[in-house]
């Protein structure tokens, strides 16, 4: 579901009290309104009617009666929720999955602090529901679901591995003929009563015409050709051209038609194409000798289909093998709270979950059943990255966990140093022990600042000595990484012998240990005063330039800007 802040919801209430808990929701979301009319029902049925989704501060018994009758597909109605007159709970009533009232009731109920309501199957054991994977889903989902809730065998079968989030054990391909079935396939199957198919974007159409070719000329043919071969429409991609197409209504619109996006490219790069059936008289026309294969097969593939032509139209069809996901996320220092909800988001649509055994202890009730679970212990960074990247290169949906920022001397580099252009990467931003420090501290940041690692294990200690006298001689406020351990126990007191060389003795620094977590530690002191033996491998050491100060026990760094009122 796309974010409340972004959708149209209607609001309706009835009471004074429902009014105020309605302008909560709209002072907070852009395009919420409050909807108005001679009653309550006339406001909830227009609401119905004009809005992606409804919130109701109305009975649950009187909002079921007046929309009764307006039902139709729950996956296209708009979700529903409804909140109690006190504002204590939000009910998801309507379109749990498909309306996105799960997730609004949760929105609804962060604004209003009141409790949702879910009683969704799949949401309330905590499985996903076969309608939230992102793919359409046909045939027997209500009994495939019911299956996989009540821990029936449930047999996967799939084309290929794709990148699903985890799924239950008794969800597996070993399991009995005779069991329930779930399909990951663009095949058409026939249907059997005990069938799911999950359709995988797999297929890619490419598209050639005449200018002004109409419509549903494209769009016919598409269909039968993609009829003939046994393929499903659901699984299309996109619909792909050669870049003079981009702007032919036929095609733009048999995309929109289709509901994927249309992706042109340059005919030079068509030309490089090896395909089956070159012609020199479209070359002549278009500067490439084929646009609908090419453009079906520019990304690679198998071309499950030449193209085929109408009069002023031709398509050719291409299946694409699936990409692996890897998701680098950042857990931030170690309190939930602090923890991003795209990060948790990520944890829950991953299959495989690699990291730091400490770090991965901290997120497993995070984890959907079946999430297989890859951790290992200190020193084994190498070894993540790799297992990460050789998981999501088999195709799976992956989830390569550190604390803090990833990207922050963290996993990110050494996984994407190996991971290459077969498998899709998303970043996952999280806050830093840094930044945790720093607020903790203050506002050290306030004017430029620089992150140093005081570990040697892997630089060379000439190096990392270069580096501090360089940020000394910038004066550059600095956040120093790995401090101090039992084995590496002078590094610290060498660089702040370097920072005091170049800095008031009084300049202040602080320490902090286990920020945000269980045994939290702030020690403020100075470059003349500070002891080193206060800090271990659990600590950020930030020194501040000449021009941080202590205000209020608190070290700040001026921004050392002239303010024009």
Not at 28 to 43: E, F, G, I
Not at 63 to 71: D, F, G, H, K, S
Not at 413 to 432: F, K, M, N, Q, W
Not at 435 to 451: E, K, R, T
Request: aromatic share 4%.
């Amino acid at each position: 579901m796309t974010s409340p802040a972004t959708r149209r919801v209607g609001l309706v209430a009835a009471t004074a009290a429902g009014h105020r808990h309605a302008r909560v929701l709209a002072d907070a979301w852009p395009h919420a309104r409050l909807v108005d009319a001679d009653s309550a029902a006339d406001a909830l049925r227009t609401a119905w009617a004009e809005c992606d989704a409804v919130v109701a501060f109305l009975a649950t018994g009187a909002v079921v009666r007046i929309l009764a009758p307006l039902l139709g597909d729950k996956r296209t109605d708009p979700g529903v929720v409804v909140v109690d007159e006190a504002a204590r709970h939000a009910v998801a009533l309507l379109g749990g999955h498909g309306g996105g009232a799960n997730a609004l009731a949760a929105e609804v109920a962060v604004l209003l602090d009141a409790r949702p309501v879910v009683t969704t199957a799949t949401d309330a054991v905590d499985l996903p529901g076969l309608d939230t994977l992102g793919w359409p889903v046909e045939g027997a989902v209500a009994a495939v679901s019911r299956a996989i809730l009540d821990g029936a065998p449930v047999r996967l079968v799939a084309d290929a591995t794709w990148p699903l989030p985890a799924l239950p054990p008794n969800v597996r391909a070993d399991a009995p003929g005779d069991a329930h079935r779930l399909l990951v396939t663009d095949r058409v199957v026939p249907p059997d009563g005990r069938t799911a198919v999950l359709r995988p974007p797999s297929l890619v159409a490419g598209v050639g015409s005449s200018r002004g070719v109409a419509t549903a000329e494209v769009t016919d043919l598409l269909r039968r050709t993609l009829a003939a071969a046994g393929l499903s429409p659901a699984s299309l991609r996109c619909l792909a051209s050669v870049d003079l197409k981009a702007d032919e209504a036929g095609i733009v619109a048999s995309a929109e038609a289709f509901g994927v996006p249309l992706v042109t490219r340059p005919a030079a790069q068509l030309a490089a194409v090896d395909v089956p059936h070159p012609s020199e008289v479209v070359r002549a026309a278009v500067g490439t000798p084929s646009v609908a294969e090419a453009a079906a097969l520019a990304d690679g593939g198998t071309l499950l289909v030449p193209k085929t032509a109408s009069a002023m139209a031709t398509v050719a069809v291409a299946r694409h093998a699936p990409r692996g996901r890897l998701a680098v996320v950042g857990l931030g220092p170690g309190a939930a709270d602090l923890r991003t909800p795209r990060a948790v988001a990520e944890l829950r649509r991953a299959a495989v979950v690699v990291g730091l055994d400490q770090y991965v202890d901290q997120i497993r009730d995070l984890l959907r059943p079946g999430t297989r679970v890859l951790a290992s212990g200190l020193g084994a960074e190498e070894e993540r990255a790799r297992a990460a990247v050789a998981e999501a290169t088999a195709g799976h949906a992956v989830a390569l966990v550190g604390s803090g920022d990833a990207g922050v001397y963290a996993m990110a580099s050494p996984a994407l140093e190996y991971a290459d252009d077969r498998i899709d990467v998303v970043g996952v931003p999280g806050i830093t022990a840094g930044l945790a420090a720093s607020a903790l501290l203050g506002a050290p940041l306030g004017h430029d600042h620089v992150y140093l690692s005081l570990s040697d294990l892997h630089t060379p200690w000439e190096a990392i000595a270069r580096r501090i006298t360089a940020a000394a001689e910038a004066d550059l406020v600095a956040l120093l990484y790995n401090p101090r351990s039992r084995a590496r126990d002078w590094q610290l007191d060498a660089a702040l012998k370097t920072f005091a060389a170049h800095r008031p003795p009084d300049t202040p620094v602080g320490a902090v240990r286990n920020a945000s977590r269980d045994g939290e530690r702030v020690h403020l002191a100075t470059l003349a005063t500070f002891d080193p033996a206060v800090v271990d491998m659990y600590s950020v050491v930030v020194v501040g330039s000449s021009q941080t100060r202590m205000v209020g026990g608190r070290m700040v760094t001026p921004r050392g800007y002239r303010w024009r009122s």
